[in-house]
């Protein structure tokens, strides 16, 4: 069976994610004696015994792709050939692991990579005050009206087109005061503030995404080996310089991740795999689609199944 691999973004990560990993497998131990080498600090004290430290956002993002990436080579220890891997996506964050599972950049520049966009995120997020905000029963378009509305007083935009059942504006806080006023007479059933630093995927982090941009282009990166669907276009991303110009973008454009799911279901790709902490994109994935077969390695009990 070839599964497609997806990779969790931030809002994945939890007190102790990868350390029954760590405990199991020694590939994993070593990704995070790595990573500590890297980073110049130890990752695993700071997801694993540091409380909510795991939250922060410079914490999270390096903490959720180096659990992804520990899981990877425990599954690469037990068979899994990237060869036979039809494609890879990830939501935010996870599109950079996606993009050193398929040969794009080494582990070590990815994390580099993870880190900065950690960092420059929470930094963004100070000023102005941003935030995130879940609707439940809208639609692209009633989403798309909402954030107009919201635009009226502040920046406020569509972030996430997660699933039918999920989607995420993101912008300044008074703009999403003034949606979550108005969000019944859109049709919308309810409305939930996302517990992040601020306003991921809208122009709050243009800060953040020029940093990074910088970043890239001193990164090395290769074409991927293998198809490697792009949040912000929801379709491969084939060369080296498109990889940097649409993770750029990425930090401040919307997610596509249903549509990047109907793309690969287009492909005929009907076996999913998530290998990460938690199980949130298997739950998206079956909004999207009851034809599939998706299923997680969150934890070593799962690969037991």
Not at 195 to 211: I, K, L
Not at 250 to 262: I, K, T
Request: glycine share 8%; net charge negative.
């Amino acid at each position: 069976m070839n599964e497609a691999l997806l990779f969790p973004g931030q809002g994945a990560q939890f007190e102790g994610m990868g350390q029954d990993w760590c405990a199991a497998f020694p590939v994993a131990r070593h990704t995070f004696e790595e990573a500590h080498d890297v980073l110049g600090f130890s990752l695993r004290d700071a997801c694993w015994s540091s409380g909510d430290e795991v939250h922060r956002t410079d914490i999270a993002q390096p903490g959720i792709f180096t659990t992804s990436a520990a899981i990877v080579r425990v599954l690469e220890e037990r068979g899994l050939e990237r060869s036979a891997v039809p494609l890879a996506a990830g939501l935010s964050l996870g599109e950079y692991t996606a993009l050193w599972f398929a040969g794009c950049m080494t582990f070590a520049d990815a994390l580099r990579l993870v880190r900065l966009r950690g960092e420059a995120m929470q930094a963004a997020s100070a000023q102005p005050e941003s935030g995130m905000l879940s609707l439940m029963g809208a639609t692209e378009e009633s989403a798309t009206a909402l954030a107009a509305v919201g635009a009226e007083v502040g920046i406020c935009q569509v972030a996430n087109l997660n699933s039918p059942a999920q989607i995420i504006l993101s912008g300044e806080t008074r703009a999403l005061d003034h949606v979550e006023a108005v969000a019944p007479e859109h049709g919308v059933r309810r409305t939930r503030r996302l517990v992040v630093a601020g306003g991921f995927h809208s122009e709050c982090m243009r800060p953040a995404a020029e940093r990074l941009r910088a970043a890239l282009a001193d990164t090395a990166i290769q074409a991927p080996g293998l198809p490697v669907v792009s949040n912000v276009t929801a379709r491969p991303v084939e060369t080296a310089d498109a990889i940097r110009a649409q993770l750029a973008r990425q930090v401040c454009a919307p997610v596509l991740w249903q549509r990047s799911m109907e793309w690969a279901l287009e492909q005929g790709v009907r076996h999913f795999l998530e290998p990460g902490p938690g199980t949130v994109l298997a739950g998206l994935m079956r909004k999207i689609s009851l034809e599939v077969e998706v299923r997680s390695a969150a934890t070593p009990v799962d690969l037991e199944d």
